[in-house]
């Protein structure tokens, strides 16, 4: 999705902003640019493709600009081009704009401004607001920008600057992210802290309807109905070692490395061993809500949707509660019946997904109790949910959501257990399964020491065009989550299903060239995945099966298999994801594909 920093203060603009966009090409763009105030002056300079482009193009500008705004564009409305790139300007070029997001009404605003005389470059909705301004301008660019946002229908995060204000930056947010940075006689304007982590860590969240104006020593904020906002200096606790590659090829690969780290640390502190049970500080308030829920809803896009699944099952199984696990974007526009005991969980990775975002609103317009399961502290989700926990995971950089899926699953284990102890979990019971969810990391660890096999067994899979994941019980969300790593990164066909369903349809396409991938380990219904192996055996599909060591019956009717350790069944998904996620990270690289930037991938989700 598109991406924004701005800076104003005493570096010169051009480096701040450019290490700024190569820090958020992860969220996936096509195009880039960036305004500058230059002897007051704005200096546009903007670009198709990445963001190295327009490094080549500013690298002879010789500027001295301390004030600048840039941008990384993901074609909505427009192709990727030069001329659709931000920033966008007025017909004079007095004032230039970034923008993510979408204004929805951007037909009518360009009509009644193509009648008022105003030309436009570009195809995008974005331009609009920028003539808009123009239109609008009585002498005060926050005034203006506050009045005419109210003609403006649709998403957005902006930053604005000006030669008529030329020591200033304006910003402005509405369902999208935008923060600003703290530093000495500096201030910084980002849709993604890792834009500005390089300077500075005091961060300022600007909430929906809130529009700035920055300048090198102040900040000042105003409400939607433009009373001043007292705002909040946050200090976050991620650092730019987080950010980077630490020798590993892509960030993707690094991530999957760091699952040991990640596990422990959503773990660290939660776990009482003495009382069987999880201590979850963001749920303390909800207790009796929680003790007393009829049903959960759990809502989430994409891998975090699949998390949810294992946190139906889990829920469900230890706690004795139903759950109902809905995909956000369907939530959010189907009426959903939401009770008075009912609770609501969202998990989202990056807490800004629109369509989890929508699905949180939704369900607090309906009196709804609202529980987030994020990782990025501040975001949205995060701030607008009445409680939750977080994974503390880390940055997650590749697009490719790996670490934070297992976090999620394992945050998704300790509030099964903690509910299973105020329900009808016994002490004993609840004691084994905490000393079992305290060494999933160490397992986990077993795992990604064998990373190397893997490698040989992507060999086997890379040349293939489809493939087939099956898994029962809690490892059905691993086989659709092992399906949707692959088919996002390498862009193999792979669909998940849940093994007995094979023979309701997808056995037809098993045959010596249909590659199966099968999580086999054991559990209760090992016996039935064992026939659902030999059915694919006896019609000579190729199979990869993910076996606990020692495996032999499976390891007979499969090509390859890959070893994982046991643990309780709740537990194995954590473990058995981990060599879908190699498997897929090394098929990618061997197809020469941009495993961190997969094809028109975003990191956040941000528009509908
Ligand atoms: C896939 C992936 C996506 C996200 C989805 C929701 O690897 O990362 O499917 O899980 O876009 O994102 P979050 O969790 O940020 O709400």
């Known amino acids: ?23 958020l090409e992860y969220r996936g763009y096509d195009s880039a640019g960036m305004a500058l105030i230059e002897n007051g002056d704005i200096v546009i300079k903007k670009t198709k493709g990445k963001v190295s482009e327009l490094q080549r193009m500013v690298k002879n500008l010789r500027s001295d600009a301390r004030l600048g705004i840039a941008h990384t564009r993901w074609a909505t409305h427009g192709e990727p081009s030069s001329r659709n790139a931000h920033p966008h300007t007025d017909s004079r070029g007095d004032l230039a704009i970034v923008h993510n997001g979408i204004i929805e009404n951007y037909n009518a605003l360009k009509t009644y401004l193509i009648d008022k005389g105003h030309s436009f470059k570009s195809e995008t909705d974005t331009e609009v ?13 926050l005034e203006t920008l506050s009045q005419c946002l109210v003609e403006v229908q649709g998403t957005y995060g902006i930053a604005l600057v000006s030669k008529k204000e ?6 402005a947010r509405r369902g999208s992210p935008l923060l600003i940075g703290k530093g000495k006689g500096e201030y910084f304007v980002a849709s993604d802290v890792s834009a500005i982590l390089r300077y500075t860590n005091e961060i300022i969240y600007l909430e929906d309807g809130e529009i700035a104006e920055l300048s090198k020593e102040d900040l000042s904020v105003k409400s939607a109905s433009y009373e001043d906002v007292p705002k909040k200096v946050q200090q976050i606790s991620w650092n730019l070692d987080m950010i980077e590659k630490d020798g590993h090829a892509h960030f993707m690969l690094k991530e999957i490395h760091e699952q040991t780290t990640s596990l422990q640390n959503a773990i660290r502190g939660r776990l009482n ?4 049970t999880a201590r979850l500080d963001g749920l303390l308030k ?5 003790e007393n829920a009829h049903r959960i809803i759990i809502t989430a896009c994409g891998t975090s949707w699949h998390a949810a699944l294992i946190g139906e099952y889990l829920i469900e199984e230890l706690a004795g509660i139903p759950v109902e696990v809905e995909y956000a974007s369907e939530f959010r526009y189907r009426s959903p019946i939401i009770n008075k005991n009912d609770i609501v969980f969202l998990i989202s ?31 949205t989700i995060a701030r607008e949910s009445d409680g939750g926990v977080y994974i503390h995971a880390g940055p997650e950089i590749g697009v490719a959501s790996t670490k934070a899926f297992t976090s999620q699953v394992l945050v998704l284990s300790m509030i099964a257990i903690m509910l299973g102890r105020m329900k009808n979990l016994s002490l004993d019971r609840g004691r084994q399964i905490v000393r079992a969810l305290a060494e999933v990391p160490q397992l986990v660890q077993k795992v990604l020491a064998g990373a190397d096999t893997i490698v040989a067994i992507a060999e086997e899979l890379y040349r293939s065009n489809n493939a087939l994941y099956l898994g029962r019980g809690y490892n059905f969300p691993v086989a659709l989550e092992g399906a949707l790593k692959l088919k996002e990164i390498s862009y193999v066909h792979a669909e998940g299903y849940p093994a007995a369903e094979m023979k309701h349809g997808p056995i037809a396409l098993i045959d010596e060239n249909m590659f199966t991938v099968v999580i086999a380990t054991k559990d209760a219904i090992y016996d039935k995945i064992l026939s659902n192996v030999a059915e694919i055996r006896a019609r000579k599909g190729r199979i990869l099966s993910v076996v606990n060591r020692g495996d032999k019956r499976i390891k007979e009717l499969s090509d390859v298999v890959i070893e994982v350790p046991e643990t309780l069944t709740f537990f194995s998904p954590i473990i058995n994801v981990v060599p879908l996620q190699l498997l897929a990270y090394h098929v990618a690289v061997k197809r020469g594909c941009n495993v961190d930037q997969p094809r028109n991938l975003a990191k956040s989700v941000t528009v509908e």
Request: aromatic share 6%; hydrophobic share 40%; glycine share 14%.
């Open 1 to 23: 999705m598109c991406g924004i920093v701005g800076y104003i203060g005493n570096r010169v603009a051009i480096p701040v902003l450019l290490d700024g966009l190569h820090r």
């Open 129 to 141: 607001l920028v003539h808009l301004i123009e239109e609008h301008y009585n002498g005060s660019l």
């Open 166 to 171: 030329p020591d200033r930056i304006f910003a």
């Open 273 to 276: 061993f003495e009382e069987g």
């Open 286 to 290: 909800f207790m009796d809500e929680l």
């Open 349 to 379: 990775q990056s807490g800004e997904t629109a369509d989890t975002l929508g699905a949180l609103r939704e369900t607090k317009r309906k009196g709804g109790i609202v529980l987030g399961v994020c990782n990025v502290v501040g975001s």
